[in-house]
C-alpha cells in the first residue's frame, strides 16, 4: 500500500494519541519558544555578578586597604559630602570582598552611585535600569512586556515543568532491553535518528535540574499565590505575611528618628552571626527599615534574612528567623540560589547553566522531529477530500475504528467507586514520584556536597505546585458534578483527574509536615 494512503498518515504520530503526547506536542508548539528564550536569559544570568563587574570594572573596582567602613558610619559620611543623593537602597552584598565597592541605588530615577568603602568617596554613576544585566533580568522576568510579561514568563516556567514531565512519560521505552537505545545516540544513525536520539537523550538527562528550576522560576514569578500557601501549611493566616511585610514606624508629631547606628545596633542583636548585605531606607514618615542579612554557615551564598526596624524606636517589627515558618525561610534564603545555581558555588552554576541551555537545544531537536510529520499529515489532508476518506472507511473496517471510534454506550461507572480506584492508583504514582523530587535535588546539590537542603527544598515547594493543582482539580470537579453530570455530559476524566490530585496531596502533605517538623530546621 502507498504512504499516503496508510490510515497512520491521517492520524498523529502513535505516541501523540495519548494525553501526555498532545500534552507535549501542544505545550512544546505554543510555548516553547518563550520557554527556550527564557531559559538562554537564565543562564547569562548565572553569573550577572561576574559579567557585571567584567563589563563595568571602573565602577566596582576599588583599591583595598585595611578595613572597609561600616554602614553606620559611611552612610552620615555619604550625606554630608553629597547631600544631593537620595539614598533608597545601600548594597553592600559582598562586604566580604575587599576590591568591592557599595553601591546606592536611587528607585525613583534608576540612578546607581557606586561608594568606595573606604574614604566615601563616589567612583561612578550609572543608570541601573540601562545596564546590560538589568536588560537581561527584565527580558528573563518579563520579555519588556509592561504587567503582563511576568506573568507569561511564570507560566512559562509551568510550560517547562510539563513539557519534563510529559517528555520522561514519552521517554519510558516499553521493555528493558530498549533501555540502552533510550539513553544513549545512534550516531551510526540518519541525521532524522540522530537528532530523535539526542532530543530524547538531552530531555532525560538534564531533567532533574530544569525540573527544579521551573518549579523555582514559577514560584518566584507566582510569590503572592505561593507565600500565603507556606503561611498556610505551616499553620499560620496568611494574612500574617501581609500584616509583617506592611508594618509601619510609630511616627508621632515628636518623633525623632533614630541614628543609623541604633538600628544597625538593634539588627545586630537579633542576628549576631551575620552580616547586613543591603538596607532599605524608609521612603516616609512612617516607613521603616529593612534590613538584609547574610550570615556565613554556608560554603559559598551565605542564608539571607530579613529585619524590619521602626526609625523611631528601633523595635524589631519583622524578624523573618522568627516570624516566618520554616519553609518561608526556606523560600527567602534558598529560592533564588537554586533557581540560579549559586547555594554551591562553581559545580552547582555550571549545571545551572546547562540547564538553562537545555529548553532551546530541547526546542531545536523537537521542531525538526515535529515539522516533517506535520507537513506529511498537512499533505495527506490535502490529497484527500472527507468523501473520499470516507469511502475508504467504509471498505476497511479497520481504518473505520482509527479514523472514528464507535461511540460508546457504556454508562459512567460510579463516583465514588471509581474515585477509590483511581486514589488508589495516584497513590502508587505519588510514592514514585515523591523520592524521585528529593534525588532531583539531592543530584543538583552533589557536586558541591550541599545534598539535604536542596533535596527537602523541591520536595517541600512540590508540595505547593501539587496543593494548587490540588485546588484546580477540585473546582473542575466541582463544576462536573454540578453542572455536566446532571445533564449526561459529565466526564469520569474529570473525576479521575480529581482523585488523582488528592492522592498526591494526602502524600505530599504528610511528607511535608514530617519535613516541616525534622528536616527543613536545616534552613
Not at 155 to 165: H, Y
Request: aromatic residues 12%; contains cysteine; charged residues 15%.
Amino acid at each position: 500500500m502507498k504512504s499516503e494512503q496508510n490510515p497512520k498518515n491521517l492520524n498523529w504520530a502513535k505516541h501523540q494519541k495519548r494525553w501526555f503526547g498532545k500534552w507535549h506536542l501542544y505545550v512544546g508548539i505554543i510555548a516553547g519558544a518563550i520557554v527556550a528564550f527564557v531559559g538562554v536569559t537564565g543562564s547569562i544570568l548565572v553569573f550577572q555578578d561576574e559579567i557585571d563587574r567584567a563589563l563595568n570594572p571602573n565602577l566596582f573596582d576599588v583599591i583595598a586597604k585595611k578595613q572597609k567602613m561600616p554602614i553606620e558610619d559611611i552612610v552620615p559620611l555619604i550625606r554630608k559630602n553629597y547631600p544631593d543623593l537620595k539614598i533608597d537602597y545601600l548594597m553592600l552584598d559582598n562586604f566580604k570582598n575587599p576590591n568591592e565597592a557599595y553601591s546606592v541605588l536611587n528607585l525613583k530615577s534608576g540612578g546607581e552611585t557606586f561608594i568606595n568603602p573606604y574614604t566615601g568617596k563616589t567612583t561612578g554613576k550609572r543608570i541601573h535600569t540601562s545596564s546590560f544585566i538589568h536588560v537581561v533580568t527584565e527580558l528573563h522576568r518579563t520579555l519588556l512586556i509592561p504587567v503582563a510579561g511576568r506573568y507569561i514568563c511564570g507560566l512559562a516556567s509551568l510550560c517547562l515543568l510539563i513539557l519534563t514531565i510529559s517528555g520522561l512519560r514519552l521517554w519510558i521505552p516499553k521493555k528493558w532491553k530498549q533501555l540502552k537505545s533510550a539513553l544513549t545516540v545512534r550516531f551510526s544513525g540518519s541525521f532524522k535518528r540522530q537528532n530523535y536520539d539526542w532530543h530524547n537523550s538531552l530531555g532525560f538527562y538534564s531533567s532533574p535540574i530544569v525540573a527544579i528550576l521551573s518549579l523555582t522560576g514559577f514560584s518566584i514569578t507566582f510569590s503572592t499565590l505561593v507565600i500565603p500557601l507556606l503561611f498556610v501549611l505551616s499553620g499560620k493566616s496568611p494574612q500574617g505575611v501581609a500584616a509583617l511585610l506592611g508594618a509601619k514606624s510609630a511616627w508621632h508629631a515628636q518623633a525623632v528618628p533614630l541614628p543609623l547606628k541604633q538600628i544597625v545596633a538593634a539588627a545586630k542583636e537579633k542576628m549576631p552571626n551575620g552580616y547586613i548585605g543591603g538596607i532599605a531606607f524608609p521612603a516616609d514618615k512612617t516607613g521603616t527599615y529593612r534590613l538584609d542579612v547574610v550570615s556565613g554557615n554556608l560554603p559559598s551564598v551565605g542564608k539571607r534574612e530579613m529585619l524590619i526596624v521602626d526609625q523611631y524606636t528601633g523595635k524589631v517589627l519583622l524578624n523573618s528567623r522568627k516570624d516566618f515558618p520554616n519553609v518561608g525561610n526556606a523560600y527567602l534564603s534558598w529560592l533564588t540560589p537554586i533557581h540560579y545555581g549559586s547555594f554551591g558555588g562553581r559545580p552547582t552554576q555550571i549545571i545551572a547553566i546547562i540547564a538553562g541551555l537545555m529548553p532551546l537545544a530541547l526546542f531545536i531537536t523537537g521542531f525538526i522531529i515535529w515539522w516533517p510529520r506535520y507537513k506529511k499529515q498537512k499533505k495527506g489532508k490535502k490529497r484527500k477530500t472527507n468523501e473520499a476518506a470516507l469511502h475508504e472507511a467504509l471498505e476497511n473496517p479497520t481504518v473505520e475504528k482509527e479514523l472514528k471510534p464507535a461511540k460508546t454506550t457504556t454508562p459512567l461507572p460510579k463516583l465514588g467507586k471509581y474515585f477509590l480506584l483511581q486514589f488508589k492508583s495516584g497513590l502508587k504514582y505519588a510514592s514514585i514520584i515523591l523520592p524521585i523530587s528529593f534525588m532531583m535535588g539531592a543530584l543538583y546539590g552533589l557536586p558541591s556536597g550541599i545534598v539535604i537542603q536542596p533535596a527537602i527544598f523541591v520536595v517541600a515547594f512540590s508540595c505547593v505546585m501539587v496543593c494548587l493543582n490540588f485546588i484546580c482539580a477540585l473546582l473542575s470537579e466541582i463544576f462536573n458534578i454540578l453542572f455536566l453530570l446532571p445533564f449526561r455530559k459529565g466526564s469520569h476524566k474529570v473525576t479521575r483527574y480529581f482523585a488523582l490530585s488528592t492522592a498526591f496531596l494526602v502524600c505530599y502533605l504528610t511528607v511535608y509536615i514530617v519535613l516541616l517538623n525534622t528536616g527543613l530546621e536545616v534552613f
